[in-house]
């Protein structure tokens, strides 16, 4: 059974720019979550994907978008990047249905400077 | 609007020592309550949720409807059990985590 995996692992980027991070879902699972999580908090539901449609999302501004594939892999991209964008981004992959346990990857450390 | 609150950034307790990590929660619905953990250098994991009501890794955690709350217990801890744990709250396909709670069990 593969794992969820992320990449890449770390990027530091300027305040402006455009990033794209990637993540492979674990082998199985059709749905995919990304989480927002800063120093000293718990990770924040940015959005969720099933069937390659935004299945969710939460209180994050449109330049927050993202991508599934039909392989189920994904893809978050912020756009005008801002310093408070500095974070762990978290990707995980679950079973469609409600609650259904997640599963997620390392993480991609994102640093705005 | 749903919120969860760890009021323990930090616990540290001796190998052997009963431990609780308290977790309350806010939520208009019929909530489903889950703990996961990370370890140092690795992911963040399922440890349990109240549906299950199993336990594991000797943990368990009921879910008191009218307090509010969904603390995790163990009555003998572990050095191993050190860790950082998060309880969360799941509704529309979305967790909503607490801070996390830091445990520390010394030798």
């Known amino acids: 059974e593969t794992g969820v995996t992320q990449s890449p692992t770390h990027l530091i980027k300027t305040r402006g720019q455009q990033v794209t991070l990637r993540c492979s879902s674990q082998?199985?699972?059709?749905?995919v979550s990304w989480y927002q999580q800063a120093l000293g908090q718990g990770p924040q539901f940015i959005f969720q994907?099933?069937?390659?449609?935004?299945?969710g999302r939460g209180n994050f501004p449109p330049r927050f978008s993202g991508l599934q594939f039909p392989n189920y892999s994904s893809e978050l991209n912020v756009n005008a990047l801002e310093l408070d964008d500095s974070a762990l981004y978290l990707c995980?992959?679950?079973?469609?249905?409600?609650?259904?346990?997640?599963?997620f990857g390392n993480g991609t450390r994102l640093t705005v400077t | 609007a749903q919120r969860v609150t760890q009021p323990e950034k930090l616990l540290s307790v001796f190998k052997g020592a009963p431990v609780e990590l308290k977790c309350n929660y806010s939520?208009?619905?019929?909530?489903?309550l889950f703990w996961y953990v990370q370890y140092s250098r690795q992911r963040l994991q399922l440890l349990l949720r109240?549906?299950s009501r199993e336990s594991i890794k000797g943990f368990t955690a009921d879910l008191n409807k009218g307090e509010t709350s969904f603390h995790l217990k163990k009555p003998f801890a572990q050095e191993e059990d050190s860790a950082m744990y998060y309880c969360?709250?799941?509704?529309?396909?979305?967790?909503?985590f607490g801070k996390g709670t830091l445990l520390t069990v010394n030798p």
């Open positions: 969360a709250l799941g509704s529309n396909y979305k967790l909503t």
């Open positions: 995980a992959s679950s079973l469609v249905g409600d609650n259904s346990p997640l599963h």
């Open positions: 939520y208009s619905g019929s909530p489903e």
């Open positions: 994907y099933y069937r390659e449609e935004e299945n």
């Open positions: 109240h549906i």
């Open positions: 082998s199985g699972h059709n749905t």
